[in-house]
């Protein structure tokens, strides 16, 4: 059950300040996330902080794991992304984690067991994509050693 002494709309107001404060004359939006992002470093943990605040809430609340672990795969991606230059910069104004995760909080309310069947479905293709990639990063470096073997020492025999 649900804590009703947390509430969504609070979470809400920090999602909407880190996402979606501003508004440019074409509609589209953007917070302080992306704002920040352009100081290095420090701009990043201040709004990860607030990211990771959300979740703490959420969990508090007593969304259930799958929700939350759905949760952290949003902000997993903020988080990765953001570490490639410029993309990162670019990514910042337009993945909206801290939206999206309020966005599932409501979706949850309205309708929990399609959410949370949809929400364990997107973490297992998850973690199949982890390992897919982590498997052809294997296959990728296992070639180039064998590869950059055979060019320099190419009188050798291979087994």
């Not at 508090?60 to 903020?78: F, H, K, T």
Request: hydrophobic share 55%; with cysteine; charged share 20%.
């Amino acid at each position: 059950m649900l804590s009703k002494g947390l509430r969504v709309q609070d979470i809400r107001r920090i999602a909407d300040m880190l996402d979606t404060k501003f508004k440019l004359p074409n509609g589209w939006r953007f917070g302080w996330d992306g704002i920040l992002g352009l100081i290095p470093g420090v701009g990043t943990a201040i709004t990860d902080a607030f990211s990771f605040y959300i979740l703490f809430r959420a969990a508090l609340m007593g969304y259930p794991p799958s929700i939350i672990m759905r949760m952290i795969i949003n902000v997993a991606i903020d988080n990765i992304v953001d570490k490639v230059p410029i993309l990162g910069f670019l990514f910042d104004f337009m993945w909206k984690s801290n939206t999206k995760n309020v966005a599932l909080m409501d979706r949850y309310m309205a309708d929990p067991e399609r959410t949370r069947k949809a929400s364990i479905v997107m973490i297992v293709f998850t973690v199949f994509f982890i390992v897919a990639l982590y498997l052809l990063c294997l296959a990728a470096t296992i070639y180039a050693a064998y590869w950059l073997f055979k060019k320099f020492f190419p009188d050798e025999t291979y087994i």
